[in-house]
């Protein structure tokens, strides 16, 4: 099983920037794809971005050109660069991952933290 440790929402300003973390670990012997969702009140939860372990990522759209996604495969984590908040970001933001562990694969979440952009 693996575990993922989320750090590093909160309430910032439009126009602002937060950086998210998130930090796998438990048994694996590798990571597929870790990536970040969100879910804003009343909405589903959506895709924000992911990345590959050969470092290939996708974006929302409403994010691609503000957000940007990386992952240390050393540390097991992935970190998202915010940047330009606007106050429809507002949402719970969790972290996923998709691991590999005795010929078999699973998805991951973690609890999830809040990001808040006022206006």
């Known amino acids: 099983q693996v575990q993922l440790a989320e750090s590093g929402g909160g309430l910032v300003q439009a126009g602002g920037s937060l950086r998210l973390s998130c930090a796998a670990s438990g048994s694996m012997e590798s990571i597929n794809v870790m990536g970040w969702y969100r879910q804003r009140p009343g909405n589903q939860r959506e895709l924000v971005a992911d990345?590959?372990?050969?470092?290939?990522?996708n974006y929302a759209h409403s994010v691609k050109d503000r957000f940007t996604i990386s992952r240390d495969n050393t540390k097991n984590t992935v970190y998202l660069e915010m940047n330009s908040l606007k106050p429809e970001d507002t949402a719970v933001y969790y972290c996923?991952?998709?691991?590999?562990?005795?010929?078999?694969?699973?998805?991951?979440w973690g609890q999830g933290t809040q990001v808040t952009v006022s206006s």
């Open positions: 996923y991952c998709n691991a590999n562990y005795r010929r078999r694969s699973r998805d991951y």
């Open positions: 990345i590959t372990s050969g470092g290939n990522t």
